[in-house]
């Protein structure tokens, strides 16, 4: 099952490191030792939550990571594992991916009322690419039901805004509209980042086309970006 | 926090500003490093057959994902790279700006040399300019600009001519001497309503 489309999109790539819980399918009595035989020099490749332990009598660290697990405890700690390593294990039968909190029953309601006031960003960067996997491990239409109308209901404040032009004089009245529109760029998905600048792109071409000047040659983005120019005699 | 090193390969190519930022050698190394190490760890543990029981499978498996994972994103961040160089080539022309020069390896230098030589032979062989015209062109042959810089002389008219391009003059030039030089920024298209 192809989960993240193409191979070498830099986007797909990025997508892929978004973290899920998962539960241990398999027996993994040296937890701390599996995990700094396989992560980097920096700190760890697994996420693990004790927030549900209660008090921990034992406790083992490893020299690369800061984490605990309480061996004494019979409910396992919960571990967050980045999607690209989370899916082939779970199709293995290693490990079992679970539906993280905020793509629960609970929030589907709260996208088709309120879904303009969601902070997208905070939750997942790639929140449609993670919740159409998830749709798509677990069988939810329901899930992709409630994405595809918050996303339709946003798409609209997103588009009126990539066509509204940044208003650049601020006054008492208007600069707390500004700030309301910058807030809510800020908290787009990558997803509706990408409609966005789209749809000021098109905005801008409209514009050209209004001035009869479509067939104006432009200055490429190399010099624009580049200052210096070349003297030849 | 998940930390994979070559991720922010990837991450510093979508943040920058620039054209193309200046080629991570150093982190390129370190990946290529972490990736030896673990296709080292593999083929110990292989060696020493230790792969029977469930754990150690899973310990395998997770070493070939992770050395995967290190191919796929170095792959991808050379392509992109090649990518922007390609573009740069239908953008700007087949000369490289000097800032650009700086922040790319060698290799990338030939590889946009060679495809620059590609495409010329291409459209020498069927005696055609398909960079010119970006955007639909209009009927006239002929265009009105304003020199932005001064350029010194320049060859027109199949190279019949010479005109010299002194800064804030205007000119009617053909479309296709001019348009080069619009893209480089040498010249502005200057349209009358």
Sequence with gaps: ?233 | MNTEIAVELLKELQRTTEQLPKYDQSLVQKVIEETNRKQEQLHEMVKQKKYEDTISKTKLHILNYMIERNEQILTSYHLERGKKLIEMRWDFGSVIPNQIRENITQNEESFHHEYCQILEDYMNSLDLDLTQDHQPPSNDLYIEVRVLKDYGQIFIDGGQSIVELKKNSRLFLRRVDAENLIREGVLEHIISN
């Excluded at chain 1, 998962?22 to 027996?27: A, N, Q, S």
């Design chain 1, 1 to 233: 099952m192809d989960f993240f489309g193409n191979f070498l999109d830099p986007q797909s790539i990025l997508a892929q490191s978004e973290l899920v819980p998962v539960k241990l399918l398999i027996d993994l009595p040296q937890l701390s030792q599996f995990n700094s035989i396989l992560s980097s020099q920096s700190d760890s490749l697994f996420e693990i939550d004790f927030t549900e332990t209660e008090t921990e009598t034992e406790t083992e660290t490893t020299e690369m990571s800061k984490i605990y697990f309480d061996s004494t405890k019979q409910k396992s700690p919960k571990i967050y594992l980045p999607l690209w390593i989370a899916i082939p294990l779970h199709q293995q039968k290693a490990v079992q991916i679970q539906m993280p909190y905020n793509f629960s029953n609970t929030f589907h309601s709260i996208w088709k009322s309120d879904s303009t006031s969601i902070k997208l960003q905070k939750i997942k960067r790639h929140f449609y690419t993670t919740g159409a996997i998830l749709a798509q491990i677990f069988n939810d239409e329901n899930l992709i039901d409630s994405m595809s109308q918050m996303l339709i209901k946003r798409f609209l404040k997103i588009s009126d805004l990539a066509d509204e032009p940044k208003i650049e004089q601020k006054d008492l009245i208007t600069s707390q509209v500004t700030t309301d529109r910058e807030e809510f760029i800020d908290n787009l998905d990558w997803l509706e980042q990408s409609l966005f600048q789209i749809g000021k792109q098109n905005s801008k071409q409209y514009q050209i086309w209004k001035n009869r000047a479509s067939h104006k040659i432009q200055q490429s983005n190399v010099s624009v970006k580049t200052l210096k120019r070349f003297r030849i005699n």
